[in-house]
């Protein structure tokens, strides 16, 4: 199964086709590769993550990679997660383990506990954004539901690309199947979403798109945020170029990231005034470290 993504050449939309598949994780599969709106990064992870409330963004990335898309649904609805997911399961996906009480160790029951409360916490608030939606039922965790991802309430879908709202980046399975993103605080969750749309807005002129998160980019920190900077289309991350270099650094250090410092323009070949960083995403590194299969089974267990 191929699916559509979208870059930036010369402020074009250009159309390639990229493989997919799935990746195990707890007790199912989730995608290897999915899309999220840009406008869903800015308008929802940003406040989330300026709140220090960034376990609900990563507890989203987990669900709408594991969710069921339209494609996948069948006669259920499109966002369901299937039951054989958890609250545990989810958990741990997303975070990385409570910690111990000083003295002693915590019981399973109470660490169980303790990843249930994290994991209703995280719901309500994307509930309150209406990015998902949740059902009680006697027993067990409730039933969740995904929504589409610009809060309107809509049904999950996977965004088109060819609008300017439904501009999109494409998110790395094997980062949250490998639990990287469980360790991953708000410098690298902004960091990484930073570098994700720089690859998408990265002029390519006549040179084909790389992969999905192995593109290079030159981009000042401060271009992120600043609305005069071009293309003046675009979606702006309200992240600090502060928080930004240190996720930067942190990514860098866990190697999904290589920074090198350039004294040449790689458009025009002219010297530059003064040397500038050139970024390499490397978001793939983690694609051998986890166990994929040839497409997304939902059913798996």
Not at 139 to 153: A, Q, W
Request: charged share 25%.
């Amino acid at each position: 199964m191929k699916v559509t993504t979208i870059s930036r050449r010369s402020g074009d939309a250009e159309r390639t086709e990229l493989p997919t598949g799935g990746v195990v994780c707890g007790p199912g599969t989730g995608k290897l590769l999915y899309r999220i709106r840009q406008s869903h990064v800015a308008a929802h992870y940003g406040p989330l993550i300026a709140a220090k409330r960034h376990g609900a963004v990563k507890l989203d990335l987990v669900l709408r990679m594991i969710a069921l898309s339209p494609q996948h649904a069948g006669e259920r609805t499109p966002g369901f997660v299937l039951w054989h997911w958890s609250y545990t399961d989810l958990y741990d996906l997303a975070e990385t383990p409570p910690s111990s009480r000083s003295g002693r160790s915590r019981s399973d029951r109470e660490t169980r506990h303790l990843k249930r409360k994290w994991v209703i916490h995280q719901l309500a608030l994307l509930r309150e954004a209406k990015l998902v939606k949740t059902r009680p039922r006697g027993g067990g965790r409730p039933e969740i539901i995904v929504l589409r991802d610009d809060g309107s309430g809509d049904p999950f879908d996977d965004p088109a690309g060819d609008d300017f709202d439904d501009w999109y980046i494409t998110i790395q399975g094997s980062l949250i199947a490998a639990g990287v993103v469980a360790r991953w605080g708000a410098p690298q969750l902004a960091a990484y979403f930073a570098a994700l749309f720089a690859e998408f807005y990265e002029p390519r002129g006549d040179h084909a798109s790389p992969p999905a998160g192995t593109g290079s980019w030159w981009r000042s920190l401060a271009w992120f945020s600043h609305p005069e900077y071009k293309p003046t289309q675009r979606v702006r991350l309200p992240f600090s170029t502060s928080l930004l270099e240190t996720g930067l650094a942190r990514l860098e250090a866990g190697v999904l990231l290589r920074r090198t410092k350039m004294t040449v323009h790689p458009g025009t070949n002219r010297k530059l005034r003064a040397p500038r960083n050139r970024y390499r995403n490397r978001f793939k590194s983690y694609d051998d470290a986890v166990e994929k299969v040839t497409r997304f089974e939902p059913s798996r267990a």
